[in-house]
């Protein structure tokens, strides 16, 4: 079975603070893509980064990185420097290797405070 | 380039009416994707379209909801009769496999999401 878990429900920081954002993930696939997207409050949702799982390099984009690790099937957020801007919900999610089905996690809302 | 495309952004009605919900995808695109997003359950794929045919529709709740393509650029999720526990925020969401015409690969899973049908039954 496919399942996406985000155990953190809700992470509050302050600005400028540092966050890292949990998702451990289940296939039996193996071939297939993680990705992150963002809902801010206006509500639309925005496509952050894919993961192909067959490859584990970590990537730094500006303030965000992230962590895949096959071994302990997880693929972490981290924002460095956190801006009340990334104030948002973040889903983590996973899809087949033809794309064909996202199982999205429950999100983290992240709020990040002045 | 217009995204993908919902409407209404919003629908007030009552308990037992029929609503149509519409989504135009992006020119190009080969998958469309329903999902429907509340507090308690999150977001929920209720069904997809690979070129218009309806491929996995086992998350639609009940017989009171259907879907249809009719063609590449227009896809309508439907719920009759609604009720109040169908109040949600519906998405609409398309992606591609293959390159696009301009040589840009859209292959890349991302989905692009329309801005959400918010839908109040009363």
């Known amino acids: 079975a496919q399942k996406v878990t985000q155990a953190q429900t809700e992470i509050s920081v302050v600005e400028k603070e540092d966050v890292t954002l949990d998702c451990v993930y289940e296939?039996?696939?193996?071939?297939?893509?993680l990705f992150w997207y963002k809902q801010p409050p206006s509500g639309e949702l925005v496509f952050l980064i894919r993961r192909n799982s067959f490859d584990e390099q970590n990537e730094i984009s500006g303030r965000y990185s992230w962590n895949f690790q096959k071994s302990t099937s997880s693929f972490n957020f981290t924002i460095t420097a956190s801006q009340v801007v990334d104030s948002a919900v973040y889903f983590c999610?996973?899809?087949?290797?033809?794309?064909?089905?996202?199982?999205f996690g429950s999100g983290t809302k992240l709020n990040v405070k002045p | 380039d217009a995204g993908v495309i919902q409407s209404p952004r919003h629908e007030v009605t009552e308990m037992g009416q029929e609503v149509t919900l519409r989504c135009k995808p992006i020119s190009g695109h080969d998958y469309l994707f329903w999902y429907r997003q509340t507090m308690m359950r999150g977001l929920e794929l209720l069904i997809y379209?690979?070129?218009?045919?309806?491929?996995?529709d086992s998350g639609m709740p009940e017989d009171r909801f259907s879907a249809k393509m009719p063609n590449a650029s227009f896809s309508t999720l439907k719920i009759q009769p609604s009720e109040p526990r169908d109040s949600a925020v519906y998405f609409c969401?398309?992606?591609?496999?293959?390159?696009?015409?301009?040589?840009?690969?859209?292959?890349?899973?991302?989905?692009?999401f329309g801005e959400g049908s918010r839908l109040t039954v009363l």
């Open positions: 296939t039996r696939d193996t071939t297939y893509y």
């Open positions: 969401a398309s992606t591609s496999l293959r390159s696009s015409t301009s040589g840009r690969e859209v292959g890349t899973g991302e989905l692009f």
């Open positions: 379209f690979n070129n218009n045919v309806p491929i996995d």
């Open positions: 999610a996973l899809s087949s290797y033809n794309f064909n089905k996202f199982y």
